[in-house]
């Protein structure tokens, strides 16, 4: 089905369908425009399978069941839990205890750390971009856009605190934080 791009925003675009349906695509910075397609033809209706043939035939509206939870359930959006076996038997007692340290609050480019590792984020957004892509089910980007509001509104970021980061020039910032963290881990 024909779209109409009418915005471009960071890492996504608002399209509206030739039959007046809108989406929000997820595309990369540098996604060709067959990408960009692709990721357009998740949301379009053309592509999707007849409603009719995802209805599980198991229950009827009414029901009341229980919920249980099944041994090594994969729970919602069919994540993988597998466990795996360690090769030698561990000790508990002969793991060493691990002094924690305070943790550097301010970001480079001034904006307060999140709770979250930015390397932990990027790989969860790529892991929901994926599963909106392949399973049409945005569960893992609902609850990273929670994480990212909660972030945004408990440290007061602006839209321009967020910009004006970006813009942060101190190229000896880097260098100073690692000597700062090579010295505390020597102490």
Same mark, same amino acid.
């Given at each position: 089905?024909?779209?109409?791009?009418?915005?471009?925003?960071?890492?996504?675009?608002?399209?509206?369908?030739?039959?007046?349906?809108?989406?929000?695509?997820?595309?990369?910075?540098?996604?060709?425009?067959?990408?960009?397609?692709?990721?357009?033809?998740?949301?379009?209706?053309?592509?999707?399978?007849?409603?009719?043939?995802?209805?599980?035939?198991?229950?009827?509206?009414?029901?009341?069941?229980?919920?249980?939870?099944?041994?090594?359930?994969?729970?919602?959006?069919?994540?993988?839990?597998?466990?795996?076996?360690?090769?030698?038997?561990?000790?508990?007692?002969?793991?060493?205890?691990?002094?924690?340290?305070?943790?550097?609050?301010?970001?480079?480019?001034?904006?307060?750390?999140?709770?979250?590792?930015?390397?932990?984020?990027?790989?969860?957004?790529?892991?929901?971009?994926?599963?909106?892509?392949?399973?049409?089910?945005?569960? $893992?980007? /609902?609850?990273?856009?929670?994480?990212?509001?909660?972030?945004? $509104?408990?440290?007061?970021?602006?839209?321009? /605190?967020?910009?004006?980061?970006?813009?942060?020039?101190?190229?000896?910032?880097?260098?100073? $934080?690692?000597?700062?963290?090579?010295?505390?881990?020597?102490?």
């Amino acid at each position: 089905m024909k779209y109409t791009i009418k915005k471009v925003l960071p890492a996504q675009i608002e399209i509206e369908f030739e039959d007046g349906g809108k989406a929000i695509v997820p595309i990369g910075p540098d996604y060709s425009l067959e990408d960009i397609d692709d990721s357009v033809s998740y949301y379009d209706s053309d592509f999707l399978p007849d409603p009719e043939t995802l209805i599980n035939k198991n229950i009827t509206a009414g029901d009341q069941r229980e919920s249980t939870r099944k041994k090594n359930s994969r729970g919602p959006g069919f994540v993988s839990r597998e466990e795996y076996a360690c090769e030698e038997e561990i000790d508990p007692d002969s793991v060493p205890d691990v002094d924690l340290v305070p943790v550097q609050t301010t970001l480079y480019g001034g904006l307060p750390l999140p709770s979250f590792h930015k390397d932990q984020v990027i790989i969860s957004y790529v892991m929901a971009d994926y599963f909106i892509k392949k399973y049409n089910d945005d569960t $893992l980007k /609902k609850e990273l856009d929670k994480k990212v509001e909660e972030y945004i $509104l408990k440290n007061d970021i602006t839209m321009e /605190k967020a910009l004006e980061s970006l813009m942060y020039e101190d190229d000896d910032l880097i260098v100073r $934080l690692a000597e700062q963290e090579l010295e505390d881990e020597q102490q």
